[in-house]
Nanobody, 117 residues
Framework: QVQLVESGGGLVQAGGSLRLSCAAS????????MGWYRQPPGKQRELVAF???????NYADSVKGRFTISRDNAKNTMYLQMNSLKPEDTAVYYC???????????WGQGTQVTVSS
């Protein structure tokens, strides 16, 4: 079973930047699409960005132009560069495989991002 560990969250002022990392165990990382999700306080979890095994990307409208998703298959690691952060970006951020999410798979512990105004 693949394990995913998110890191890199923290407290930042509006307009600041953070870089999240998602480290995956297991050899299937390089052949799977992956995504970053977030769950704001009191709201449902939402997909923020995803990246295919070939490197194609897609973003939620709310983060387009500010967030960049990338992956290093050699390191089994995915990243989310978050710039121009806003208070509404405050959430717990998770990484996962979209296929696993669709199948009701489990989630890691996530990493907290808090943006102060």
């Amino acid at each position: 079973q693949v394990q995913l560990v998110e890191s890199g969250g923290g407290l930042v002022q509006a307009g600041g930047s953070l870089r999240l990392s998602c480290a995956a165990s297991g050899s299937i990382f390089s052949i799977q699409s992956m995504g970053w999700y977030r769950q704001p306080p009191g709201k449902q979890r939402e997909l923020v960005a995803f990246i295919t095994s070939g490197g194609s990307t897609n973003y939620a409208d709310s983060v387009k132009g500010r967030f960049t998703i990338s992956r290093d298959n050699a390191k089994n690691t995915m990243y989310l560069q978050m710039n121009s952060l806003k208070p509404e970006d405050t959430a717990v951020y998770y990484c996962n495989f979209p296929l696993a999410v669709a199948a009701g798979g489990s989630w890691g512990q996530g990493t907290q991002v808090t943006v102060s105004s």
